[in-house]
Nanobody, 122 residues
């Protein structure tokens, strides 16, 4: 199984980025997908999750109304649209897959991508 995340970069505060994560080696629509992030000196943090069908989404309070998670099962891809970025959003962002469910606990996820760096300048 491989999860390949991309789309990170450097952006000014208030800007936008779109992260993508392409999955291979698994039946993609059997899995809930999540995005997590880890900022320097901090623990891994849940950002957003989407159920296998895309019918339900979940967000951390810190990103609600700014970020949007979606998925395209035909392309085995999950996205994270990040708008109104803030300096505190700076982190390495990881996508992860969990069989059937979507939870906010990183320990519940079965597979992880390699991470993509997001830097927000003030």
């Amino acid at each position: 199984v491989q999860l390949q995340a991309s789309g990170g970069g450097v952006v000014q505060a208030g800007g936008s980025l779109r992260l993508s994560c392409v999955a291979s080696g698994l039946t993609f629509d059997d899995y809930g997908m999540g995005w997590f992030r880890r900022a320097p000196g901090k623990d891994r943090e849940f950002v957003a999750g989407v159920t296998w069908s895309g019918g339900s989404t979940y967000y951390a309070d810190s990103v609600k109304d700014r970020f949007a998670i979606s998925r395209d099962n035909a392309k085995n891809t999950v996205y994270l649209q990040m708008n109104s970025l803030k300096p505190e959003d700076k982190a390495v962002y990881f996508c992860a897959a969990q069989k059937v469910l979507v939870t906010c606990s990183w320990q519940d996820y079965d597979y992880w991508g390699q991470g993509t760096q997001v830097t927000v300048s003030s």
